[in-house]
Structure formats: C-alpha cells, structure tokens
C-alpha cells in the first residue's frame, strides 16, 4: 500500500467550479499534514498545513479525519492560475524537522 | 522574503561521473533536506541533515550519496559515480523547526 495515496487525475474543471481532493496515508502515526501546489517542472510550494479542526485560507479549505486517515482539500471559485499539481503531504514527525512524505499528486487544469 | 538557492539549475553528466548539487539554505534555518524527482513521478526524500550530521535517510541514499555543509553557509550533495536511473530534479529544503521547510527551486540532473 502507497505512504500517500491520491487520485492522479487530471481534473478539468471550467473557472468558478468547485473542486475537492482526497488523499488517504497509511502510516496511523502520521503526525503533520500539509498540502503543498508545484507548477510544471517547478519546486513543491506549501499551500497549506491541515489540522484536524479543519482549516480555511480564502478560498482553500483543508479537511483531516484521524480515523479514517484521510485528508482533503475544497478549492471553491477555481481561478485559471490555480491550474497545478497538488500535492498531499505528511511528516511523521509533530515539529517540521522530520522528513516529508508525498503522495504522487492530483493535476488541475481550470479552463476559461 | 529569503529563499532556498540551488546551483546549477541543470547538470548534464555522463554516467560514472561524479556530480555535486549546491543548495545554500535560508539562514537561520537548521534542518536541512535533498528531496528527488524522478521525471512523472512523486517527490521521494533522500536525506535530513541537522546540527551537523544525518539526522535520517532513506533506501535510495545508499553509499553513492554524501552530504556536506562544508563552510555553514552551503549544504552539497554529491553522488560518487552517477547512474541513468540518477537522472532527476534535486530538490534542497530548509526549515527552522518549527515553520514548514521552504524549498528551492532545484537542480535538473540529466546523465548520459
């Protein structure tokens, strides 16, 4: 079973949608839990960190379930600029000094 | 706003060569990371580093791989004797601790 496990997609969407990704971890010690968006051929960048009371950063709302060890993100009014791969990521560790696990991630293209 | 800096943004080796990656982390940054990706594939890692030696690695960090912060400003991965399967996108990060780990831009390693 993948670490990080999460529907590879592409998801066309046209602009002004609503889309949701999920991603399950197998690992039940997982301790930190990220989103993190990379543009083609470009570096990881951190959306987001997830936590279990769930988390809203403007249109971006980040979603944990401990027991079913599934994470998800909720990107309402898509914009053509929110065309990427995003990534879901979690640390074993409770602090960032511990090493980041990627799931292969979810590609979005938000056409006009 | 300080940024992880990765030097050459493209290495192009032939296989058997020895081959170093730079990266100078943000400043007061004290954990440091060398992730990889493979062309289509997820973002794997392959070593942490802090205060001054490996704090974890992974199976594909075998002794081909060695990482150094040889003068505290820059971090160097080298690998001894390059592969064809090494051809990948070399990615450093850098994180105080407490904050997510910011990463660079990366290092396109093609061998030939």
């Known amino acids: 079973r993948k670490e990080v496990e999460q529907d590879p997609g592409p998801f066309n969407v046209p602009e002004g949608a609503t889309v949701a990704f999920n991603c399950t971890y197998s690992?039940?010690?997982?301790?930190?839990f990220f989103w993190y968006r990379q543009d083609c051929r470009k570096e990881p960048k951190l959306l987001m960190s997830?936590?279990?009371s769930g988390n809203e950063d403007g249109r971006f709302t980040a979603q944990l379930n401990r027991a079913s060890q599934y994470i998800s993100l909720l990107i309402r009014d898509s914009k053509l600029s929110d065309s990427a791969t995003y990534l879901c990521v979690v640390s074993p560790y409770y602090n960032q000094g511990g090493k980041l696990i990627f799931g292969q991630g979810t590609e979005l293209s938000v056409k006009p | 706003e300080p940024e992880v800096t990765q030097t050459p943004s493209h290495q192009v080796t032939q296989m058997g060569q020895e081959v170093i990656l730079r990266c100078v982390p943000i400043?007061?940054?004290?954990?440091f990371y060398w992730y990889r990706q493979i062309l289509g594939q997820k973002v794997e890692f392959l070593v942490s580093f802090y205060n001054n030696e490996i704090s974890e690695k992974s199976e594909i960090f075998d002794d081909q791989f060695s990482v150094e912060r040889p003068d505290g400003s820059n971090f160097t991965l080298k690998i001894r004797s390059t592969k064809l399967e090494d051809s990948a996108m070399y990615f450093c990060?850098?994180?105080?601790?407490?904050?997510?780990?910011?990463f660079g831009d990366g290092t396109r390693l093609s061998i030939l």
């Open positions: 400043s007061n940054h004290l954990y």
């Open positions: 990060a850098s994180t105080r601790g407490n904050q997510p780990q910011h």
């Open positions: 690992n039940s010690a997982s301790q930190s």
């Open positions: 997830v936590y279990s």
